[in-house]
Antibody, heavy 119, light 110 residues
């Protein structure tokens, strides 16, 4: 069955970077785009960006330009999201989710990774 | 982009119907034919319940329905049940290739 399995919780200090992973299983990895969405505690969903695992092309939401880098490893069907220059406002749960590329909706989601930024 | 506007909370009694609206600013460049809706229970990942304005994925109850008019999309939950108590988010594909979510609506079953 389709699964997106994310890496474990992280605790980081302000100014540091964090790199999260999202391992796909149960489908052809290069056939679906992977997106990243985050949720601050008690807040709503916030879109971060997309990677096309087939060629590696990325598009990021303007808010995260210059701070976020999404990459993929096709040999392990894994997508990585690195966020730099962390502040307390980056604390939250980060989700990866997939989308067929032409359907414009997210049908499967990872379980989420909690990132805590604290001095 | 600014988030889409949803009511903060909506409540209803079991068996009733409720509707959640999702509105973008006038003149926005979102593709409202792409509207999708997600249900999120506390501590869980979001779950797709409506895509392409009014389509339900396999396994989603037909008590959930979607519609749109101009720059407003709507989600209706009919025959409200206790298990429907959750947060609901709309999502729109923007011309910039990225996406924007609604502000979220907490549904309470009285």
């Amino acid at each position: 069955q389709v699964q997106l399995v994310q890496s474990g919780a992280e605790v980081k200090k302000p100014g540091a970077s964090v790199k999260l992973s999202c391992k796909a299983a149960g489908y052809t990895f290069t056939s679906y785009h992977i997106h990243w969405v985050r949720q601050a505690p008690g807040h709503g969903l916030e879109y971060m960006g997309i990677i096309n695992p087939s060629g590696g092309a990325t598009v990021y939401a303007q808010k995260f330009h210059g701070r976020v880098t999404v990459t993929r490893d096709t040999s392990t069907s894994t997508v990585y999201m690195e966020l730099s220059s962390l502040t307390s406002e980056d604390t939250g749960v980060y989700f990866c989710t997939r989308e067929l590329g032409t359907t414009l909706y997210f049908d499967y989601w990872g379980q989420g990774t909690l990132v805590t930024v604290s001095s | 982009q600014s988030a889409l506007t949803q009511p903060a909370s909506v409540s209803g009694s079991p068996g009733q119907s409720i509707t959640i609206s999702c509105t973008g600013p006038s003149g926005d460049v979102g593709n409202y034919n792409s509207v999708s809706w997600y249900q999120q229970h506390p501590g869980k990942a979001p779950k797709l319940i409506i895509y392409g304005v009014s389509n339900r994925p396999s396994g989603v109850s037909n008590r959930f329905s979607g519609s749109k008019s101009a720059n407003t999309a709507s989600l209706t939950i009919s025959g409200l049940q206790a298990e429907d108590e959750a947060d609901y988010y709309c999502c729109l594909h923007m011309r910039t290739i990225t996406y924007v979510f609604g502000t979220g609506t907490t549904v309470t079953v009285l």
